[in-house]
């Protein structure tokens, strides 16, 4: 829970649009990375205020039981989700917890409408909530979630970051989109 001097999250002025379709922001990226194959491929679209809307469609290369999603899977699906409000925030964070209700079994071939909202700030810490609906924007709650995420420096990425991974991004910084909203490189 966010403490009582957390204050509201405020949308940056340089956040893209309301509508505007996010993108990859790496392109081996599990959850949004269009060069990973078997990765969720997740779609994020900006909505209003500290907010994001996000579609998958649930492949068989997702599945944890016979026919169903994986729960690892759902949970990655929000955490991507949560994680494209950095977008909005124009800040780098990462995942500190992510606590997660998976309510309704997922089949495969699903579309899983994702919602995510930002609801506090303090300091380095960023509050932040997200739903999975089945099917359509108002269809029944599969999966829920609550995180926090942590902003941190480049120096994360780049001192921990597996070495061969970091060279690529930093000799086509345009695999990475990250590098590009922030004119540095990783
Ligand atoms: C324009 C840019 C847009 C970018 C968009 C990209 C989209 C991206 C989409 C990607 C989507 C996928 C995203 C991913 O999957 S990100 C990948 C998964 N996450 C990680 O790998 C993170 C690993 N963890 C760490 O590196 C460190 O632990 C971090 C950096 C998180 C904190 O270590 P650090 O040494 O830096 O800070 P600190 O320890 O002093 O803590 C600071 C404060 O935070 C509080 N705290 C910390 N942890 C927790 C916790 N678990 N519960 C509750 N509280 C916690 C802590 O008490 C303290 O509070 P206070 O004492 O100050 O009150």
């Known amino acids: 829970m ?12 340089d956040a893209p649009e309301p509508g505007t379709l996010l993108g990859a922001h790496y392109d081996q990226c599990f959850g949004c990375g269009h060069e990973q194959p078997h990765g969720l491929r997740l779609d994020a679209t900006a909505g209003e205020g500290v907010s994001i809307t996000a579609e998958f469609t649930v492949q068989p290369a997702h599945q944890g039981a016979p026919g169903l999603a994986h729960g690892g899977v759902l949970a990655t699906a929000l955490d991507e989700t949560l994680g494209s409000l950095c977008w909005l925030l124009q800040t780098i964070a990462v995942t500190g917890r992510l606590e997660t209700d998976f309510v309704r079994p997922v089949p495969v071939g699903t ?7 930002c609801t506090a700030v303090h300091g380095r810490k960023i509050f932040s909530s997200a739903v999975g609906r089945i099917g359509s924007p108002d269809g029944p709650v599969a999966v829920r979630a609550d995180a926090l995420f942590i902003e941190v420096p480049v120096a994360h990425f780049t001192d921990n970051g597996r070495d061969e ?5 930093m000799e086509n910084p345009d695999r990475m989109k990250v590098t590009r909203a922030f004119e540095v490189n990783p």
């Open 111 to 117: 579309v899983l409408h994702l919602s995510a909202r």
């Open 2 to 13: 966010p403490p009582p001097d957390a204050r509201p999250p405020v949308r940056h002025p």
């Open 165 to 169: 991974d970091i060279k690529a991004v």
